[in-house]
């Protein structure tokens, strides 16, 4: 017999799972120089965004009350450039933009279809490499690492490796949270499954599987509207009173069941008016909402998200409802879900790593959160920033040789630093980059409205907050007064310029197969912010003459890097907008130079 041998590779860092969380903590880790594996047991990428299940990446940005609060770094990066090359919303296109995401990462090597088998422990609280198997190529590895992060979802190669975790809900008196149950239980969110239909535009029958549900009555279907028909239901929900692990199949067979019964009662009894739509896709895999949630250092809870609770080592942020749905699901003949409104509030590293395992991170659904404050942090866009503090975390974790728990103490701020370097939000930090020099030029302009003076590009905020808007605007740009000036006393040597644009924060930005939300909701953006810059230069004072180092037409990104082999070694430069995807005014939120 055959046996199939194992071959070991080395790694500074090793992410288990695919989806949001581990995309942007692979990421992350990989651009700050880690030699990272990402581990996905999946053909794709992107976890319940995927091609698999279709569930769009909802966020802070959900909320339109007029505030910028939508989710920026390697998330915004991803979703902008989406728009571009996937205007006809195919989520096929999306897994191949993650792919293409990841695999361009010099320092990231991807392993699709690979399961983790379980972890192999140095000592009884350090893990020192994960198993794996890649089934179609019969092929084993040992991945030996100095940190992994468990971003699976359900956690299991932490579980294995005695990471403590909870699983179901919390009662009200252990962290008094209203929200709560009187009594602990084991009950957790249900799982759901997705389909989409089309408009054949001629009649199309549906015979139901004689396996699947009866709903001959709108009353089966209380609580539960089903009027758009092209995307499924989200409330197609079940499972939550059993073990959303051990007994995933049976949840599958059941919401089958239930999706095809909803469809027939659609197509076939009353009046839907869907006589011409066609099913021609469902859901095979489950979409997980909940399972294990392990417990580091802190647990989020009620309270820190109802207040808008400001760690001093927060490294990520959320803004979702409070969102808890009944525990039968669909068969709760009650309102599917209950969403209570929370503000922006902060998510510490000591929720992102195991308290009782060394060099264990964790980030997406399973943080250290309890059921109540977990209905928040769930939702994908705060699980994908998650995962890049994450990264960014392990980054300076093997830069200074520190653990998880000793770097909180002994290398937050920098980590603090590099989120907001890489164009990441952090509610109560701003630019303090001793190593941008920026900070210690003059800054002016051309021209420059009342509140949005060209010194507010290094006041260290890159969104607006409240009233202030932290931003440079020109005037009109037919007027070409257009550019903005940062000088230094003396010639500096600049390696790069960063520049953050507007890409409208204050509207949600989301990829979705929902035509009802695609059509309908009026803060949506359909196509490339008209504030974002689209064509600029970038000039420096050579020999006393401004000399064009660079310049860039077409840009769709919110956030630029510009590299400079050879440096520059100048005493000014210059920033030139040319023109913006439709807004008649330039707008700059930082520029830093290194």
């Keep these: 017999m055959t046996r199939i041998q194992a071959e070991t590779l080395k790694y500074d860092f090793a992410v288990i799972g695919g989806g949001m969380a581990g995309v942007c903590a692979a990421i992350s880790a ?76 010099p320092n990231l090597d991807l392993y699709l279809n690979t399961l983790a088998l379980e972890p192999i422990m140095e000592s009884g609280n350090r893990i020192r490499a994960v198993r794996a198997r890649q089934m179609a190529s019969e092929r084993e590895w040992i991945f030996e690492a100095e940190y992994f992060a468990d971003c699976s979802g359900d956690g299991q190669i932490g579980a294995q490796a005695g990471a403590d975790y909870r699983m179901g809900c919390e009662s009200k008196q252990e962290f008094n949270e209203s929200l709560a149950e009187l009594k602990a239980d084991n009950y957790v969110l249900g799982s759901s499954i997705l389909f989409m239909a089309r408009d054949m535009e001629r009649p199309m029958p549906f015979v139901r599987p004689e396996w699947a549900h009866h709903y001959p009555s709108d009353d089966d279907l209380s609580f539960r509207p089903h009027g758009n028909y092209r995307y499924g239901y989200w409330w ?37 008016g869907a006589e011409n739509w066609a ?109 890049q503090a994450v990264g960014t975390s392990v980054a300076v974790c093997h830069e200074k040789g520190l653990l998880p728990r000793e770097v909180v103490q002994k290398g937050i701020g920098e980590i603090q630093q590099k989120l907001l370097a890489d164009d990441c939000f952090l509610p109560g930090h701003k630019n303090d980059d001793k190593n941008d020099l920026v900070r210690q030029a003059r800054i002016t302009a051309d021209s420059e409205q009342c509140g949005k003076e060209a010194g507010k590009i290094k006041d260290g905020v890159a969104r607006p907050v409240g009233d202030n808007e932290h931003c440079w605007e020109s005037a009109s740009l037919e007027s070409q007064a257009n550019w903005l000036e940062i000088k230094w006393d003396k ?54 003459s401004w000399q064009s180092v660079r310049a860039v037409k077409g840009n769709i990104q919110r956030m630029r890097r510009e590299c400079f082999q050879p440096v520059l070694n100048t005493q000014a430069i210059r920033i030139i907008c040319k023109a913006t995807h439709g807004h008649a005014k330039a707008r700059i939120f930082e520029v830093r130079a290194y």
């Excluded at 959900?62 to 989710?71: F, K, L, M, T, V």
């Excluded at 669909?330 to 922006?344: G, K, M, S, T, Y």
Aim: glycine share 8%; hydrophobic share 35%; with cysteine.
């Design 30 to 105: 990989a651009r700050h120089g880690c030699k990272t594996a990402l581990l996905q047991d999946r053909p794709v990428l992107g976890g319940n965004s995927s091609s698999e299940i279709r569930m769009h990446i909802g966020g802070a940005d959900s909320i339109s009350d007029g505030q910028a609060r939508r989710e920026t770094g390697i998330l915004e990066e991803l979703r902008l450039e989406n728009l571009v090359r996937n205007p006809q919303r195919s989520p096929s296109l999306w897994d191949l933009l993650l792919y293409e995401w990841v695999k361009r990462e």
């Design 236 to 272: 197609i929900e079940w499972g939550g009173h059993l073990d959303t692990i051990k007994d995933n199949e049976r949840i599958r067979d059941e919401l089958l069941k239930i999706a095809l019964g909803v469809w027939d009662h659609i197509k076939n009894h009353g009046e839907h």
């Design 491 to 544: 010639s500096v040597v600049i390696r790069s310029v960063q520049l953050t644009f507007d890409s409208e924060l204050e509207k949600q930005l989301i990829f979705t197969l929902d035509d009802d939300l695609y059509s309908h909701k009026p803060n949506l953006l359909k196509g490339l912010p008209q504030r974002l810059i689209r064509d600029f230069e970038i000039q420096a004072l050579i020999d006393n």
């Design 279 to 387: 099913l021609e896709w469902i859901g095979m895999a489950p979409g997980k909402r909940e399972s294990r949630r392990f417990a580091g250092d802190y647990m989020l809870c009620q309270g820190d998200l109802e207040s808008g609770r400001t760690f001093e080592d927060e490294v990520a942020y959320g803004g979702w409802p409070i969102d808890v749905h009944p525990i039968k699901g669909f068969e709760a003949r009650e309102h599917p879900c209950q969403q209570i409104q929370v503000p922006l509030y902060s998510i510490p590293l000591r929720s992102l790593y195991s308290r009782n395992m060394e060099n264990l991170f964790f980030a997406g659904r399973n943080i250290s959160a309890t059921h109540i404050a977990f209905a928040s942090t769930r939702i994908m866009a705060t699980c994908a920033l998650a995962g």
